[in-house]
T-cell receptor, first 114, second 115 residues
Framework: GENVEQHPSTLSVQEGDSAVIKCTYS??????FPWYKQELGKGPQLIID?????GEKKDQRIAVTLNKTAKHFSLHITETQPEDSAVYFC?????????????FGKGTSLLVTP | KAGVTQTPRYLIKTRGQQVTLSCSPI?????VSWYQQTPGQGLQFLFE???????NKGNFPGRFSGRQFSNSRSEMNVSTLELGDSALYLC??????????????FGPGTRLLVL
């Protein structure tokens, strides 16, 4: 099955700096790559996603890049703020008629210090 | 619109018992997926339901089962509970309106503790 690896497991940055989280996937058939943010006591919340026909997507301070050849994708957060502190998960999915299961990475705990 | 709701939010059971968790998707959403989240294994896919049919199943033993009702609400059941079943169980819904992957919206989860 699909294997998604995520690095780093923890990341500490100062407010205003950039944060980068990287993921690799094993199944070349995967075509949908969402990123979720999970705060303590809450369920994961989608922050951005990208499909395999797109190389880069940006939404304000958040951007995601995808390299299909290398089978890796990355999350970039610029001008970090303390409220960005949370656990971030990447995921990959084949997205077919037989189902849309998300295969998650193990998560990155991001701490933004003032 | 109201988000995905899950009940109960917290549950304590003992080994050998069974448990039923409930999920109400966002209004209009027709697909419901379940995930188990543990510190060791992370987020793992359990199963996905669409139009009352199981479309996909993860690598979990048969003790884990689920169903979906005609109003898209879903339940999952775990029988003969083991200590390792202690986890946060998350439900996610999506519209399933087209033939492409759509965003899955997660609920707050049900935290199950097995003693």
């Amino acid at each position: 099955g699909e294997n998604v690896e995520q690095h780093p497991s923890t990341l500490s940055v100062q407010e205003g700096d950039s944060a980068v989280i990287k993921c690799t996937y094993s199944d070349s058939a995967s075509n949908y790559f969402p990123w979720y943010k999970q705060e303590l006591g809450k369920g994961p919340q989608l922050i951005i996603d990208i499909r395999s026909n797109v190389g880069e997507k940006k939404d304000q301070r958040i951007a995601v890049t995808l390299n299909k050849t290398a089978k890796h994708f990355s999350l970039h957060i610029t001008e970090t703020q303390p409220e960005d502190s949370a656990v971030y998960f990447c995921a990959a999915s084949k997205g077919s008629n037989s189902g849309y299961a998300l295969n998650f990475g193990k998560g990155t705990s991001l701490l933004v210090t003032p | 619109k109201a988000g995905v709701t899950q009940t109960p939010r917290y549950l304590i059971k003992t080994r050998g018992q069974q448990v039923t968790l409930s999920c109400s998707p966002i209004s209009g959403h027709r697909s419901v997926s379940w995930y188990q989240q543990t510190p060791g294994q992370g987020l793992q896919f359990l199963f996905e339901y669409f139009s009352e049919t199981q479309r996909n199943k993860g690598n979990f033993p048969g003790r884990f089962s689920g169903r979906q009702f005609s109003n898209s609400r879903s339940e999952m059941n775990v029988s003969t509970l083991e200590l390792g079943d202690s986890a946060l169980y998350l439900c996610a819904s999506s519209p399933r309106a087209g033939a492409y992957q759509e965003t899955q919206y997660f609920g707050p989860g049900t935290r199950l503790l097995v003693l």
